[in-house]
C-alpha cells in the first residue's frame, strides 16, 4: 500500500541553526504534500504545503521543496528559534481514497535549544 | 472564516462503556471529514473519513463506528470501550469544493484526549 516514510525521527538543533526533515512517498500519482506542526496536547496544524507542479515553496523562515523523480519532499526551518520545538508531520496525498485522503509520516520530534 | 470544534476537550470512561465523540464545522459546506486517532508519543491513524451525509469509509477494522447525520456533523461512537481505544482523537476536515486556496487544504480541530480505565 502507500507509504510515507519521514526522517530522522528526532532532530536537535540550537536555536539559530537550520533544520531539515525528509519524506519519501510511494505513491507516484501522489500530487499534494502538506506539513503539520503539533505542539504538546494540541492538534496538528497546517505550517506550508505544496503542490506537484511545484519545486519550492518558502514562507518566511519555512521552505519545502519537492523532488517528483525521486519521490521525496523536505521541509526546511532557517534561523530556528525556541518556540520551533514541536512534532512534524510530512503527508501525500495521492490515488489511495481517490485522493481524498492524507498518508502521514511517522513525525519527527524537533528540539530547539536556547 | 471555517472552524471546526470537538468536545469533549477530555473524558474519562470505564472499560465497558459506551463512547459519543462530536466534531462540528462552521463557515463551509459539503465538508470531507476526518477521525484520527494518535496514542502518546505516536503517529496519526485515520479510522474514518466521510465525503457526504451517510457516506462513511472504515480505515481500520475496530470496535469504533461513525456516523455523519449532517453535513456539518461528524460522531465517533463505540459501545464498548477497550483500553485500547484510549488515546487523542483528532476531527479534521478539508472543503470538499473548488473553492479558491482552500480546495485542497486540510485542517484539524483541537482534539478529545480519551482515557479508558
Given at each position: 500500500?502507500?507509504n510515507?516514510?519521514q526522517h530522522?525521527?528526532?532532530?536537535?538543533?540550537?536555536?539559530?541553526?537550520s533544520?531539515?526533515?525528509?519524506?519519501?512517498?510511494?505513491d507516484s500519482?501522489?500530487?499534494?504534500?502538506?506539513?503539520?506542526?503539533?505542539?504538546?496536547?494540541k492538534?496538528?496544524q497546517?505550517i506550508i504545503d505544496?503542490?506537484?507542479?511545484?519545486?519550492e515553496k518558502k514562507?518566511?523562515?519555512?521552505?519545502?521543496?519537492?523532488?517528483?523523480?525521486a519521490k521525496?519532499?523536505?521541509?526546511h526551518?532557517?534561523e530556528?528559534?525556541?518556540e520551533?520545538?514541536?512534532?512534524?508531520?510530512c503527508?501525500a496525498?495521492?490515488?489511495s481514497?481517490?485522493y481524498?485522503?492524507?498518508i502521514f509520516?511517522?513525525?519527527?520530534?524537533?528540539?530547539?535549544?536556547? | 472564516?471555517?472552524?471546526?470544534?470537538?468536545?469533549?476537550?477530555?473524558?474519562v470512561q470505564?472499560?465497558?462503556?459506551?463512547?459519543?465523540?462530536?466534531?462540528?464545522?462552521e463557515?463551509?459546506?459539503?465538508?470531507?471529514?476526518?477521525?484520527?486517532?494518535?496514542?502518546a508519543?505516536?503517529?496519526?491513524?485515520?479510522?474514518?473519513?466521510?465525503?457526504?451525509?451517510?457516506?462513511?469509509?472504515?480505515?481500520?477494522?475496530?470496535?469504533?463506528?461513525a456516523?455523519?447525520p449532517?453535513d456539518?456533523?461528524?460522531?465517533?461512537s463505540?459501545?464498548?470501550?477497550?483500553?485500547s481505544?484510549?488515546g487523542?482523537?483528532l476531527?479534521?476536515?478539508?472543503?470538499?469544493s473548488?473553492?479558491?486556496?482552500?480546495?485542497?487544504?486540510?485542517?484539524f480541530?483541537p482534539?478529545?484526549?480519551?482515557?479508558?480505565?
Amino acid at each position: 500500500g502507500e507509504n510515507v516514510e519521514q526522517h530522522p525521527s528526532t532532530l536537535s538543533v540550537q536555536e539559530g541553526d537550520s533544520a531539515v526533515i525528509k519524506c519519501t512517498y510511494s505513491d507516484s500519482a501522489s500530487n499534494y504534500f502538506p506539513w503539520y506542526k503539533q505542539e504538546l496536547g494540541k492538534g496538528p496544524q497546517l505550517i506550508i504545503d505544496i503542490r506537484s507542479n511545484v519545486g519550492e515553496k518558502k514562507d518566511q523562515r519555512i521552505a519545502v521543496t519537492l523532488n517528483k523523480t525521486a519521490k521525496h519532499f523536505s521541509l526546511h526551518i532557517t534561523e530556528t528559534q525556541p518556540e520551533d520545538s514541536a512534532v512534524y508531520f510530512c503527508a501525500a496525498r495521492g490515488l489511495s481514497g481517490g485522493y481524498n485522503k492524507l498518508i502521514f509520516g511517522a513525525g519527527t520530534r524537533l528540539a530547539v535549544h536556547p | 472564516s471555517q472552524t471546526i470544534h470537538q468536545w469533549p476537550a477530555t473524558l474519562v470512561q470505564p472499560v465497558g462503556s459506551p463512547l459519543s465523540l462530536e466534531c462540528t464545522v462552521e463557515g463551509t459546506s459539503n465538508p470531507n471529514l476526518y477521525w484520527y486517532r494518535q496514542a502518546a508519543g505516536r503517529g496519526l491513524q485515520l479510522l474514518f473519513y466521510s465525503v457526504g451525509i451517510g457516506q462513511i469509509s472504515s480505515e481500520v477494522p475496530q470496535n469504533l463506528s461513525a456516523s455523519r447525520p449532517q453535513d456539518r456533523q461528524f460522531i465517533l461512537s463505540s459501545k464498548k470501550l477497550l483500553l485500547s481505544d484510549s488515546g487523542f482523537y483528532l476531527c479534521a476536515w478539508r472543503s470538499g469544493s473548488m473553492t479558491r486556496g482552500l480546495y485542497n487544504e486540510q485542517f484539524f480541530g483541537p482534539g478529545t484526549r480519551l482515557t479508558v480505565l
